[in-house]
């Protein structure tokens, strides 16, 4: 497989009246074309600003992008513009994220007249493919957004993002405002596009039922930082960090005569502005010691493709 994207060291920070709010710290990660790099964790750490730094709609505070080899942490205004056509983002509500005034055709053909590609009748034409493409009926094509339930309005934001023939899409939670019957249909409909078109995702996500049959890899963050990161199966199968154990253990099981073993997580959130240089699940851990209130653990390959960020994770898991 072949590397299209890769991260180093990223950070973005945002400035605050108590200080500095550290949204994304120190990230790192690669994946190769054709591939889904699932982000979760809990609201407010950091998945949704990630992926916009990424995209370079927000401005890293440090650390390096590569885009198919080349860097494109400082390109100019232009050669942002350029790697848009390569680079797209599905927006999480998609409601907001569609202007109310225009039709399903203008909002899909918006993309192309941005970039003056094809001419007037050559436009509506390749409408009607993306909207074939996403399974949009045609006869929608005049109708607003208001008028359209919340699968044919994703299907939109999934069609429009797909307008410039990109090969890389951040999806910022595309389905967690739908139903989950319409969840399950959009999902189908993204794994079905990114066989067809070699598509690389980084897929957003707070359910972990919703990554697990969608990601190669699954990158889990906590206030901001990396706190686990391996194949999509051996996460569910073989957990190592107490956050990730938590949160697998909330999924809820469709059996009642299956026993689940229930993690807690206890605990106030750090703050992540300032944070200390400590472990920032400190305080809703159960196997703190002393180390992990006085150094932020390191990030670690500590089973073959498996990353961990913890001091205890040896003496937790018997590694």
Do not use: W
């Amino acid at each position: 497989m072949n590397e299209l994207l890769r991260v180093e060291h990223l950070k973005k920070y945002f400035p605050n009246p108590a200080g500095m709010l550290h949204a994304v710290d120190d990230v790192s990660f690669t994946i190769n074309k054709g591939e889904t790099l699932g982000v979760v964790g809990e609201s407010g750490c950091g998945k949704s600003t990630l992926g916009r730094v990424v995209l370079k709609l927000l401005e890293p505070t440090d650390g390096r992008i590569f885009f198919e080899g080349r860097d494109i942490t400082n390109i100019s205004e232009k050669e942002n513009t350029e790697l848009r056509k390569q680079m797209q983002i599905i927006f999480q509500d998609p409601y907001s994220s569609l202007n109310p005034r225009l039709c399903v055709s203008d909002l899909i053909a918006d993309p192309l007249k941005v970039f003056h590609m094809y001419k007037s009748k050559d436009r509506q034409k390749r409408v009607y493919e993306l909207m074939d493409t996403v399974g949009l009926a045609r006869r929608f094509a005049y109708s607003y957004p208001h008028e359209l339930d919340g699968g044919r309005r994703q299907r939109i934001g999934v069609a429009r993002a797909l307008a410039l023939s990109p090969k890389f899409i951040v999806c910022d939670e595309p389905v967690s405002a739908l139903d989950v019957s319409i969840q399950a249909q959009i999902l189908n409909l993204m794994q079905d596009l990114q066989e067809q078109k070699e598509l690389t995702y980084i897929f957003v996500t707070h359910d972990l039922s919703v990554v697990r049959h969608i990601s190669n890899d699954i990158l889990v963050m906590y206030i901001g930082a990396m706190v686990e990161k391996c194949e999509s199966k051996e996460l569910f199968r073989n957990p190592l960090h107490p956050y990730t154990k938590g949160l697998l253990s909330a999924i809820p099981v469709p059996n009642i005569d299956i026993e689940k073993k229930k993690v807690e997580l206890r605990g106030e959130l750090t703050s992540p502005i300032n944070p200390k240089p400590e472990c920032r699940f400190l305080a809703r851990c159960q196997y703190a010691t002393e180390v992990c209130g006085k150094l932020f653990p390191s990030y670690e390959e500590v089973l073959p493709n498996h990353f961990v960020s913890c001091h205890n994770v040896k003496e937790i898991n018997a590694l």
